[in-house]
């Protein structure tokens, strides 16, 4: 559960030195400061772990955020996966430990899906023929035979990870296989290619090989990149923003040639994502309320292979039972989008459209107590496991400046200390000082709490995540931006020239696979 919706932490740590080493740099590498020159926050840990013990989320549906569908808070995880992707071997990131050379410039290059392609990652790729090399389509797993709660039996269904005989996903980024909402967004993505493979030769069919699997593969990363800054940032900002910063320039994430990934947006506006995760979901028509069970979060990661309990091919005398060990995934487990992103469906008592929780200072309990936490919560190693102190602590260590010190450099008004030191949690806040000097994690989510009522961010968190996500693209030499300023969406989307995730959906039309269960 340390996974769930992670928004903004890498594979390679971000320390203080290297960051202020790279600092003012002209590139600064994999991580560097967006505001190198301002001095950090200085907290006590038992400070912070007070305030990450006042941010428990004690609200219950009240906390929904109507405006943003849930889906979006694991297109946000699945979109940290892909911008913080780093395969740099372990001997050459020891001859470069500030990572100056030799890394992948974060950006939304779906390398997490596509790896480096058929040729050099052939195990992704499902082969035409006995003869013919991989690709140009994914390789798809099979959901296996299971009960339903309408209907005896669920069949096999095409709607898995592929795996193999150990129950090892076979994709690129393993961390896409630690919850099932995760992997099926994966799983999603991989169908989403496969179906512009399948548009592509019908409309072009002398467009062979290599050929074919590149034109897909652009046109699939187009849309992504679309749907990241003008439908998930959008929804988390506002609208117009993007291309408003788009028009008017970045003016605080600036570089001269390769991005870097800001410090300020991966461990504090991106972590947005944290107050925006449910305690459980109805995730189909047999895990719901009223169902066989609700899709909590302990059975969403129950359901996977890298922290769950799909483990391939049991030895001779084992029974897969419904909790594990299993084979593969379940197909009553396999998702029904309707109920992720909106596709309109009308409610009904068997069915209801999952919303995001608001951004604000609260976090699920559930994320106060990781997996594998002592049973006495109140000793000092237990603090490891509460995911909010975790952020707070992390903030400090790396010496990210005081909020207050950012809105000025930003010139932003900051909040008052009235409304820092608003509710239990900001009454904790102002008894240690956080009201004048606010950890930016924090201020961010309190923030979108007193401006918006969690709905979207405000003007800080707004700025940082519109201008990293717009500069990650725009630093791509292949991305739409570099490659054709003025393109727009072609493929089929309610709105001509726009693509949502909701058409993303329509487009592959998987979007229910085990009806009514």
């Not at 020159?37 to 929904?64: C, Q, Y």
């Not at 806040?429 to 979108?448: D, N, V």
């Amino acid at each position: 559960m340390a996974e769930i919706a992670m928004h903004g932490h890498g594979v390679r740590g971000m320390k203080r030195a290297s960051l202020m080493a790279l600092a003012g740099n002209a590139d600064p590498g994999k991580f560097g400061l967006m505001f190198p020159h301002l001095p950090p926050l200085v907290a006590s840990e038992d400070a912070l772990f007070e305030l990450a013990f006042a941010m428990k989320d004690v609200k219950g549906d009240a906390g929904d955020n109507p405006n943003i569908p849930a889906g979006y808070t694991y297109l946000g995880q699945f979109v940290d996966h892909d911008i913080t992707l780093d395969t740099t071997p372990l001997k050459q990131q020891k001859a470069d430990p500030l990572a100056t050379t030799n890394f992948r410039s974060p950006a939304l290059d779906l390398d997490s899906l596509y790896g480096d392609g058929p040729g050099i990652h052939p195990y992704l790729y499902a082969k035409d023929g006995l003869t013919d090399p991989p690709g140009p389509r994914f390789l798809i797993g099979k959901a296996l035979d299971s009960p339903g709660l309408v209907t005896a039996r669920i069949p096999d269904l095409p709607n898995d990870l592929p795996r193999n005989s150990h129950g090892h996903a076979l994709i690129f980024d393993e961390r896409n296989d630690e919850n099932l909402l995760v992997a099926q967004f994966h799983l999603l993505m991989l169908k989403f290619h496969n179906k512009v493979v399948d548009e592509i030769e019908a409309s072009r069919p002398g467009l062979k090989g290599l050929d074919l699997f590149h034109e897909a593969r652009r046109v699939v990363t187009w849309h992504y990149q679309w749907i990241v800054l003008f439908d998930f940032v959008e929804r988390l900002t506002e609208p117009g923003l993007v291309r408003r910063i788009k028009k008017e320039g970045r003016r605080f994430y600036r570089f001269r040639a390769k991005p870097y990934m800001p410090a300020e947006f991966a461990a504090a506006a991106y972590r947005n994502g944290h107050s925006m995760v449910r305690q459980s979901y109805s995730h189909n028509a047999v895990f719901r309320p009223g169902g066989l069970a609700d899709g909590t979060l302990n059975l969403l990661f129950n359901f996977t292979g890298k922290s769950g309990q799909i483990v391939g091919d049991l030895a001779p005398g084992v029974p897969p039972t419904p909790l594990g060990p299993l084979r593969s995934l379940p197909s009553n487990w396999v998702i029904d989008w309707r109920r992720f992103f909106d596709l309109g469906t009308l409610a009904d008592p068997t069915f209801t459209l999952n919303m995001s929780r608001r951004i604000d200072p609260f976090i699920i309990p559930e994320l106060h107590q990781l997996p594998g936490h002592p049973a006495d919560m109140t000793i000092p190693e237990a603090r490891e496991f509460v995911l909010p102190f975790r952020n707070l602590r992390r903030g400090v260590q790396i010496g990210l400046p005081s909020s207050q010190d950012v809105c000025l450099a930003m010139g932003i008004a900051p909040l008052s200390q009235a409304m820092l030191s608003s509710g239990p949690d900001g009454a904790v806040a102002a008894r240690h000082g956080f009201h004048k000097r606010t950890p930016l994690w924090y201020y961010i989510l309190k923030e979108a709490e007193q401006l918006h009522k969690g709905e979207r961010l405000g003007p800080v968190g707004s700025t940082i995540i519109a201008e990293t996500f717009l500069g990650l693209v725009h630093g791509d030499e292949n991305s739409f931006l570099w490659q054709r300023s003025n393109w727009v969406p072609d493929l089929p989307g309610e709105t001509p020239g726009h693509f949502t995730m909701a058409d993303l959906v329509r487009f592959v039309g998987d979007i229910n696979p085990i009806g009514a269960g």
